[in-house]
């Protein structure tokens, strides 16, 4: 019978250390989850970069055969009318662009219909300040020679800026994604640490029962 309780009285010690361990584990784990949790994740990616002007000029050519190329990569949409833009002010400089070249209206609204509704009036004032500085650039130039020119601008823009917003959405779900984690983990490891708490409490409970039965008998 000594032996038998030896043995218990071992094995519970063994289990108690084994849980202390585990349950010092868990909350270190959680502690770095919780960091984790609080450090600036998605709060740091801007869902709508900027694109600015002088950056979209610098990066196409002046000559008309250059420019020819880039503005023939707009994705053109059979639209007769910018369904894209309710609820968007257009601003004078891109107005009078859509005015004298018709072409551009179904362009416009194919870009629009790749960027989210709360970032569409900023797409649209970057875009008319592209054109207005593409225009001052080229005022010298020949008609057709700055028509192009303000074209591919408007092209080289659309393309940047797209992508760029399309890499925030993805930054964005992908940090949604590991925060969703973060929280899954932090509830498992709760309960761990309730399960583990509990167990070490009726542990002691029944320690301190056997040494008063102990007791007892002495």
């Not at 289990?15 to 349950?23: P, Q």
């Not at 250059?66 to 369904?83: E, H, M, V």
């Not at 968007?88 to 070249?101: M, S």
């Not at 301190?208 to 007892?216: A, G, W």
Request: net charge negative.
């Amino acid at each position: 019978m000594k032996i038998a309780d030896s043995v218990e009285r071992r094995l519970l010690g063994t289990a108690r250390v084994l849980c202390l361990i585990v349950l010092v584990a868990a909350v270190l784990a959680m502690t770095a989850l919780m960091f984790a949790l609080a450090a600036p994740g998605k709060a740091g990616i801007a869902a709508d970069p900027p694109v600015h002007a002088a950056d979209v000029l610098a990066s196409i050519p002046g000559s008309e055969t250059a420019n020819d190329a880039i503005a023939d990569n707009g994705n053109g949409a059979p639209a007769t009318n910018l369904q894209t833009a309710a609820g968007v002010t257009i601003p004078a400089p891109l107005r009078a662009v859509l005015n004298e070249d018709n072409a551009s209206q179904p362009l416009l609204d194919a870009w629009l219909g790749n960027v989210p509704l709360a970032d569409r009036q900023a797409f649209v004032d970057e875009l008319a300040d592209v054109v207005a500085r593409a225009d001052q650039h080229a005022a010298t130039w020949e008609w057709d020679d700055r028509e192009r020119y303000v074209a591919a601008a408007m092209n080289q823009y659309a393309r940047v800026k797209i992508e760029r917003i399309a890499s925030a959405q993805s930054a964005i779900g992908a940090a949604n994604e590991r925060i969703a984690q973060f929280r899954s983990s932090l509830g498992t490891l709760l309960a761990l640490t309730g399960f583990l708490t509990l167990l070490l409490v009726l542990m002691s409970i029944e320690r301190n029962t056997r040494h008063l039965r102990t007791e007892k008998k002495v």
